[in-house]
């Protein structure tokens, strides 16, 4: 069995930082493609960035420039570094991953828990 884990998450005030980690547990072989989504109430969720395998990474428009995102393949964490937080990024935050599980060829995609992120004004 395979789990995301994620933390880090809370409540901060506009223009402050938070740091999101996420853990990938359980009985995986290789994972490619990791990355963040986020979902606020009424809104669909969306992508915020992804990284793969070899580090090349992709943000969302909303976000360049303010959040990070890497991760430490020996670990099987990546985390989220923001940055200049706004109101609008409250939401709650998904870790994905697509991996490759020991014993099959199939590769699956992961979510985590979810974890609030809240910013005040």
């Known amino acids: 069995q395979v789990q995301l884990v994620e933390s880090g998450g809370g409540l901060v005030q506009a223009g402050g930082s938070l740091r999101l980690s996420c853990v990938a547990l359980?009985?995986?072989?290789?994972?490619?493609?990791m990355g963040w989504y986020r979902q606020a109430p009424g809104k669909q969720r969306e992508l915020v960035a992804i990284i793969t395998s070899i580090g090349r990474t992709s943000y969302a428009d909303s976000v360049k420039g303010r959040f990070t995102i890497s991760r430490e393949n020996a670990k099987n964490t990546v985390y989220l570094q923001m940055n200049s937080l706004k109101p609008e990024d409250t939401a709650v935050y998904y870790c994905?991953?697509?991996?490759?599980?020991?014993?099959?060829?199939?590769?699956?995609?992961?979510w985590g828990q979810g974890t609030q992120v809240t910013v005040s004004s």
């Open positions: 994905n991953a697509d991996l490759y599980r020991y014993g099959s060829s199939e590769e699956y995609d992961y």
């Open positions: 359980g009985s995986i072989f290789s994972i490619n493609a």
